[in-house]
């Protein structure tokens, strides 16, 4: 939330004598009210003044020139050739004389066509103006100047050229910020200074300081509220115009919506659409607004100022002259002032007459009402808009505006009146107008209460409060103990000072004892709780001054869960076995399956999917890992690295259902990739490519290092991404916990890689089960005897599966078995192979003898020939 | 007689000091051969003992086995050395070019954003602090209502969020975590954790945004939390992580869920200070966002803000991160380019 204000207009509301702008940002910054960043309005031209063009003859050489005389008051008149177009006599505009200095050019004597020319008549584009936000009026050409422009005074004066323009990062408690007037109170807050709004009956509308004014009229300090302005009357009741004395037209309004709580209205007779002001128009320049006409630029300065949105109206299509505020009628059409016909609903706000809509309330006004040259009376409007149903409104439309955007995060009630005043004074001013109605204030019925407080609407407080501000009226007052905020905040704080904050704040404080109470004003809706008022205390007498202490409690050191352990014991593992990890994003484009090669009706190909992706591309949630390391083998192997060895410990995501409807389930897995060689290279020897075996060894490890090994079984899988005949599925007593395998060729050739592995485990599952406890056994006494066996089985027996059936024919003494070679080839049968066990037995009491040895191995290769094993010769 | 062992003694070690440069194992056989051998010179001399009178036997026999004694021992250290001068001579001819490469087993790399997340889990953890974790699917009540974001609050526009339903979102910070740990602790003190964990926002990605990022939690509640012990513990924090002689500073802020918030600012670790582009010539870097625990999340955690208060703060890994390694794209993080993650294998960093 940014706004940009000025110095010079920040300086009509509060004394800025003394401080500098540079200050002013770093306390700003340092209350909490960052200045993003702060630089002149345009540049600072030197020797470009006010002049007169006396005459503007025909050039004697050139068609398209012409031959100015031009004074700039006291000093004589120069000559000037000019080629704009629209130079004419009598014209102010802004004169470069010799030796000025403009943003892109130095102004010397020169010769046009024969002519010398003593300057030149500057162009907006050549005064460094920001031209795309002037009327093409404005832009074509010189710079006409207002006919009352002062000779001889200096432009960059003028127009405020060298004013310093500051850009406001505002929280979303403060938008009380997005005005100058919240600026100012700020600012009075930080230097104790009072703040002095332009009241509407001292007339006082003009800036205070920096800037070139066309008339006398001081800058009166006045109280915001005057006796016998509407936003006074608002407090008390309501009236319609008709009754006081300025009733010229007559006008009436009714609220039929809780969701526009205060509403006033006001008619002037006999404006004149024509361009503001032009240190308005610069003003508005200056903060990023573009000029448009004097009402519109009006409405805007105002809304600015107080921060307070104003509508104005054509009062002669008004039908009735009488104004109702509703809510939309079903499948109610508009069309508003972008020229586009909006369907609206009943949910928002319409600003109609008793015939028809005439605007969107709070969001933005129909095209039917708007006010153009044809204008002789205009209404304005000055009200409270629920802040959720226009921000709602807002969204639905796709409809952004300044004035959408201090709605929705709430407006001051208070500034209803006072806005609405300052509006008409200016017009009268700077549109021609004369009041012809008095001010026209209504709510909606019921809306208030006994206390006054108003109710139906979720409230300005609710835009910046908290959960229950719907529920509890904002308290007007907040009561705190003052060694409660020192205790609070760890630092001592004398009461005097609380009670200065406040005064500084311009809240009206109470003090009994140790006990303040602090009444705070509707301009300050975020400050609803002590603690809110805590921290006004804190940062305005600087967060700096809050010392760092050491917590109190017991000081034990924390503790990783196990799962938490476990992740950290892995990844230092992989690591040193050479592996590396990758971080990828959990979102994944829906091609994934069809890439990977997934049937839809794969587990993995069932993906939640999020409702507003930013592009296809991070569409849905991830089923596995494998996207991601794919992407990361591509990316690297695309740049010629050859090794690749990843993991990632990461998130996957189950949805229960599809759509999802509720929570995934999301299991924390392990996963790796490989390609490459077994080894790094070295000048030592050829090495050897992966294989599956390097892959499932690396798994092996990881299960020995979480006590797991003896406990796994490998099984052949069947993933539609595996290499048929080289993956397997990972169990641990029974319970599926991962796998591991070749990639198969289609899916690595469709990633443009060679040879890849892949291995995903489920850490919840190798947490569950890893061991913990450790009983170490006993060393043994006798030596132990070992045999080797080759044997020679079918080739479909798993080697597995020969291992048990030998570990339980071999009986107690079998103390350990070991596969140390396998064969198939020529040797043996082509349906066959070779699998050489070397057999260790030991006795915990004695030594074996061969005979006993020799019984147990005839046990074996008994059991071992059920599986079609025979010792081979 | 003596004066001939004497004799034999000083022409024996001439001799086998000879030997010393020929280097020859037969030579050095020959040698003991001919002097101590059977029949070599000094047995010679036993056999003239027999001619000897008894007085002079004694003292002719103990020089004579003095003599021995100094020549056996003589030459087993020649034999010694010749033997160890052999054997290198032998292993000069097996020599390797040691500065080839060794056959290097390969070694892996933690990936940078994970280092940083153990550096500050580790830091917490001395701190007392536990680690817990939530789910990155994320129910809106946990994610924003919890945190004191009502629904339509101007407040949920700073986190632009992806929704898989309406009230189903992918977290946008890693607060969610704190609703969590209250639910479950509440109303036990003191809660000390913190949680990292991935987040995601509806932001394009470019150079400083990502629509995936870490952030890392911390929430504290207790009897008479102070803001001077938040201020203490993000100092602790980091003076352990940037430098025993780091300060920090407390600026102003708004967050839903903490009141008072404020951002917490390091000095500049570039300049120390003194100004520079990274930290805009002010001297200080913002590193994280911090609070004391709003009453309101208090009340919805179950907590009684009267009886207990408490801190929260919430930092940027990716931030850390950029600081701590001078990384300036954040899509860095994301590309997982071997050459860039192997650069963090070592202990260092
Ligand atoms: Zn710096």
Request: charge should be negative; hydrophobic fraction near 40%.
């Amino acid at each position: 939330m940014d706004v940009k204000i000025t110095w010079n207009w920040l300086a009509d509301y509060v004394d800025l004598d003394g401080l500098t702008p540079q200050q002013v940002a770093m306390d700003l910054t340092h209350a909490g009210i960052p200045v993003e960043w702060m630089e002149p309005f345009a540049y600072p031209v030197e020797r470009v003044v006010v002049g007169e063009v006396l005459s503007a003859d025909p050039h004697p050489n050139a068609n398209r020139l012409r031959v100015c005389r031009v004074t700039v008051g006291t000093e004589a008149p120069v000559t000037i050739v000019c080629g704009a177009a629209n130079v004419a006599a009598g014209q102010r505009v802004p004169v470069a004389l010799e030796g000025a200095r403009l943003p892109d050019l130095t102004i010397g004597r020169s010769t046009l066509r024969g002519v010398e020319s003593q300057g030149m008549i500057c162009s907006a584009q050549e005064l460094g103006l920001p031209v795309r936000s002037l009327a093409k009026e404005q832009t074509d050409g010189i710079f006409v100047l207002p006919g009352d422009a002062p000779l001889g005074l200096s432009i960059a004066d003028y127009l405020g050229l060298g004013d310093m323009v500051m850009e406001l990062e505002l929280t979303p408690n403060r938008s009380d910020c997005l005005s100058l007037r919240g600026v100012a109170y700020e600012v009075g807050a930080i230097y104790g200074r009072t703040v002095r709004m332009p009241s509407a009956d001292t007339g006082w509308v003009q800036p205070a300081s920096g800037m070139a004014r066309s008339d006398g009229n001081d800058a009166v300090a006045a109280k915001e509220t005057a006796p016998g302005e509407p936003g006074e009357h608002g407090e008390h009741g309501e009236h319609d115009a008709g009754a006081g004395p300025a009733s010229e037209l007559p006008l009436t309004a009714t609220v039929d919506t809780p969701l526009c709580p205060l509403y006033s209205v006001q008619a002037v007779t006999g404006v004149a659409l024509g361009p503001a002001p032009i240190w308005m128009q610069m003003r508005l320049l200056a903060v990023g607004m573009r000029p448009i006409s004097n009402l519109v630029d009006i409405t805007n300065y105002v809304m600015l100022e107080w921060g307070q949105p104003l509508h104005a109206f054509d009062y002669d299509v008004i039908a009735h002259h009488h104004i109702v505020v509703r809510q939309a009628e079903v499948a109610e059409g508009l069309e508003t002032l972008d020229g586009q016909v909006r369907q609206l609903s009943p949910s928002m706000i319409v600003i109609a007459d008793p015939e028809k809509a005439l605007g969107l309330g709070g969001v933005m006004g129909g095209r039917n009402s708007e006010v153009t040259h044809t204008t002789r009376s205009v209404v304005i409007e000055s009200a409270l808009f629920d802040p959720i149903v226009t921000r709602r409104t807002g969204k639905a439309l796709q409809l952004r505006s300044e004035a959408g955007l201090r709605f929705e995060k709430g407006t001051d009630p208070d500034a209803v009146g006072p806005a609405l005043a300052r509006a008409v004074a200016l017009i009268q001013l700077y549109a021609g107008g004369r009041v012809a109605s008095p001010a026209v204030v209504k709510r909606p019925p019921l809306a208030t209460t006994s206390d006054g407080a108003l109710s139906g609407m979720s409230s300005a407080a609710s835009a910046t409060g908290s959960l229950d501000a719907d529920l509890h009226q904002r308290p007007a007052v907040i009561c705190l103990d003052a060694p409660r905020v020192s205790a609070f905040l760890g630092c001592d704080y004398a009461i005097d000072e609380l009670v200065d904050v406040c005064r500084r704040l311009q809240f009206p404080v109470q003090r009994e004892g140790q006990r303040l109470s602090v009444e705070i004003p509707a301009r300050r809706p975020d400050i609803t709780r002590e603690e809110d008022m805590i921290e006004e205390f804190a940062r305005l007498l600087s967060y700096d001054r809050i010392p760092a202490t050491e917590m109190h409690g017991p000081l034990t050191p924390g503790r990783l869960t196990p799962e938490q352990a476990l992740r950290r014991r892995l990844r230092t593992h992989l690591v040193s076995v050479g592996l590396t990890e990758v971080w990828t994003y959990s979102l994944v484009p829906g091609f994934v399956v069809t890439r990977t090669g997934l049937p839809a009706d794969h587990a993995l190909a069932q993906m939640g999917e999020l409702q507003n992706p930013l592009s296809e591309d991070r569409r849905f949630l991830r089923s596995s890992m494998l996207f991601a390391l794919l992407d990361v083998a591509q990316y690297n192997s695309h740049r010629r690295i050859r090794d690749i060895r990843v993991f990632e410990i990461g998130t996957v995501f189950s949805p229960r259902a599809l759509p999802m409807t509720e929570q995934p389930t999301e299991r924390q897995v392990l996963a790796l990739f490989l390609a490459g060689q077994a080894m790094a290279e070295s000048p030592h020897g050829k090495p050897r490519a992966l294989d599956f075996f390097d892959a499932k060894g690396i798994v092996e490890h990881l299960l020995a290092l979480l006590g797991l090994r003896a406990r796994a079984v490998f099984l052949p899988a069947d993933e539609p991404y595996l290499h048929a005949g080289q993956s397997a599925r990972i169990l641990i007593d029974g319970r599926e916990v991962g796998v591991v395998g070749q990639l198969r060729q289609s899916v690595a050739r469709e990633y443009g890689i060679g040879a890849g592995f892949y291995a995903e485990l489920c850490l919840a599952s190798l947490a569950a089960s890893a061991e913990v406890g450790l009983t170490v056994a006993e060393l043994p006494k006798f030596p132990g005897v070992a045999r080797d066996l080759a044997f020679v089985a079918p080739r479909s027996l798993a080697a597995a599966d020969l291992v048990a059936n030998v570990r339980a024919a071999g009986g107690t003494e079998l103390q350990a078995v070991t596969i140390f070679d396998v064969y198939t080839g020529d040797h043996v049968g082509s349906d066959a192979k070779s699998l050489a066990l070397r057999l260790t037995f030991q006795a915990q009491d004695r030594t074996l003898t061969d005979d006993e040895v020799s019984d147990y191995v005839n046990r074996i290769l008994a059991s071992a020939a059920r599986l079609g094993a025979a010792i081979r010769h | 007689m003596i004066e001939q062992l004497q004799a034999l003694r000083t022409r024996a070690l001439a001799r086998l000091e000879a030997l010393e440069t020929s280097g020859d194992p037969g030579a050095l056989e020959a040698w003991r051969v001919e002097f101590l051998g059977k029949k070599g010179e000094l047995s010679s001399a036993l056999r003239l003992m027999g001619s000897l009178s008894a007085e002079e036997r004694p003292v002719v026999g103990q020089v004579v086995n003095e003599v021995r004694e100094e020549l056996e021992s003589a030459f087993a250290q020649h034999k010694a050395q010749a033997e160890a001068q052999a054997l290198r001579a032998r292993e000069a001819g097996d020599a390797v070019d040691v500065t080839l490469p060794g056959r290097t087993p390969f070694l892996g790399a933690e990936h940078p954003l994970q280092k940083v997340i153990r550096r500050i889990e580790d830091i917490f953890l001395g701190l007392g602090f536990a680690i817990e974790e939530g789910p990155e699917v994320e129910l809106d009540y946990y994610n924003f209502e919890l945190m004191n974001f009502p629904k339509d609050h101007p407040a949920r526009d700073m986190q632009d969020t992806f929704f898989v339903t309406e009230d189903l979102v992918l977290r946008t910070h890693t607060s969610p975590v704190q609703a969590r740990t209250m639910e479950k602790m509440q109303p036990q003190v003191p809660v000390r954790i913190i949680a990292p964990g991935k987040t995601y926002r509806r932001d394009d990605d470019d150079a400083t945004h990502s629509h995936a990022f870490a952030q890392v939690e911390g929430l504290v509640i207790d009897r008479g939390v102070r803001m001077s012990d938040l201020k203490g513990t993000l100092l602790t924090f980091a003076r352990q992580l940037y430098g025993a002689d780091q300060e920090v500073r407390l600026r102003p802020s708004f967050f839903p869920f903490t009141e008072p918030s404020a951002e917490l600012d390091v000095r500049c670790i570039y300049c120390g200070g003194a100004g520079c582009a990274t930290c805009k010539q002010t001297g200080w870097i913002e590193i994280l966002g911090c609070g004391m625990v709003h009453p309101r999340v208090l009340e919805l955690g179950g907590y009684d803000p009267h009886e207990v208060s408490g801190f929260a703060f919430g930092m940027g890994v990716e931030r850390v991160a950029m600081l701590l390694y001078g990384v300036t794209d954040i899509r860095q993080f994301y590309l997982n380019d071997l050459r860039l993650l192997e650069q963090f294998s070592g202990l260092a960093h």
